[in-house]
């Protein structure tokens, strides 16, 4: 996506985890903006400076800058500028947005924020939080005015501080999968940022945060169908070399016609990413395309990790084999960030142009 003169508004980010040689946001499966070494001091300072010229020529259009594992939603060029260069160079965000009670329906977050001179001070309970344990910063959505049935998503702000902090306890999950990260309950008990430290305008910090669902949508899609591949790949190779009746299981068309079925998923999910990264490229909807993408990857995905561990047989049931952790990471995308079910509704209203049913 981009180009020299239009360039992509999704901002590579690179994080190293712990054991992961390609330096790559999803080690697992070592998809997404990976380079061989951490950007140097002068090549950081070289991105910033193009950023910064790009944002002084658009100023007006389009401000937030969306990027896997933290977000830039509606902040100020002051902000941008104090945050940007430590997210170059590896400092990590948490987003601490979900919550026990409201699940899906944000508008009922119960978390909340008053000003007390000169800070917010914060109260409240988040859940599934990823990233808590090691990031230096958090994003926390919390209610800065009560609810209004009548203007639900109004009063909702966005809040920045350090992290750690004595006033932010994170209770990590034991997880199904994506191991490469922490997911946590977040407590959140008199924790104090700085006035200054709201992202866009107070009690508007909704529609910034709705403008990031769209791009990380796409990137997730896009991890899925690489990882589908990948399981696809390793699949086909296995079947050509187990031959356990004398010539190769990869022969056999019980094994032949799903890969090739979960192929074809899995290119037709591609070309739903493609359109909806360059619609929003484009700085054109693509709620509906971002959607489907989203909904055909993770589905084409899921079906292709299962067919490689069923051609790999006991083998690919075993972790020493690689595979069924793909399965594994993968059910999520069924899940997060937006479950199947709600993905359907929004399809049904916004595309079919059926009534509202939840």
């Not at 639900?152 to 994506?178: E, W």
């Not at 899925?224 to 086909?236: H, S």
């Amino acid at each position: 996506m981009g180009s020299p003169s239009h360039p992509a508004w999704i901002v590579p980010v690179f994080l190293p985890h712990l054991g992961c040689p390609h330096r790559c946001i999803f080690c697992d499966q070592h998809l997404i903006a990976r380079e061989a070494t951490p950007p140097t001091p002068d090549e950081v300072r070289t991105r910033l400076e193009g950023f910064f010229r790009m944002r002084k020529r658009d100023r007006g259009r389009r401000r937030e800058i969306a990027f896997y594992g933290g977000n830039f939603m509606g902040m100020t060029s002051e902000q941008q500028e104090a945050y940007l260069p430590g997210l170059i160079t590896g400092e990590m965000w948490a987003g601490a947005f979900t919550e026990p009670e409201s699940g899906s329906n944000i508008a009922t977050i119960r978390t909340n924020a008053v000003l007390k001179d000169d800070r917010w001070v914060i109260n409240g309970q988040k859940v599934f939080i990823s990233l808590v344990q090691n990031s230096q910063r958090i994003v926390v959505m919390a209610r800065t005015s009560p609810y209004d049935p009548q203007h639900r998503t109004h009063g909702i702000s966005l809040l920045l501080g350090d992290l750690p902090d004595d006033a932010v306890r994170a209770a990590p999950f034991k997880k199904l999968g994506n191991h490469f990260m922490d997911t946590n309950r977040v407590y959140l008990t008199d924790y104090a940022v700085p006035a200054e430290n709201i992202v866009g305008e107070e009690g508007k910090g909704w529609g910034p945060l709705y403008d990031v669902l769209n791009p990380e949508r796409i990137i997730l899609a896009a991890a899925a169908v690489g990882t589908g591949n990948l399981c696809i790949r390793k699949a086909v190779e296995y079947g050509l070399e187990r031959s356990p009746w004398g010539r190769p299981i990869g022969s056999y068309q019980a094994l032949q016609h799903p890969l090739a079925r979960a192929r074809v998923h899995l290119e037709s999910a591609k070309l739903k990413v493609y359109e909806a990264a360059w619609l929003y490229d484009q700085r054109r909807d693509c709620g509906i395309p971002a959607a489907m993408a989203k909904y055909s990857a993770a589905h084409a995905a899921l079906d292709a990790a299962d067919w490689a561990i069923q051609v790999y047989g006991g083998a690919g049931y075993v972790i020493d084999s690689g595979i069924e952790r793909h399965w594994r990471n993968l059910r999520l995308y069924r899940m997060s960030p937006v479950s199947d079910e709600m993905t359907l509704n929004y399809l049904a209203q916004h595309d079919l142009g059926l009534p509202r049913s939840y």
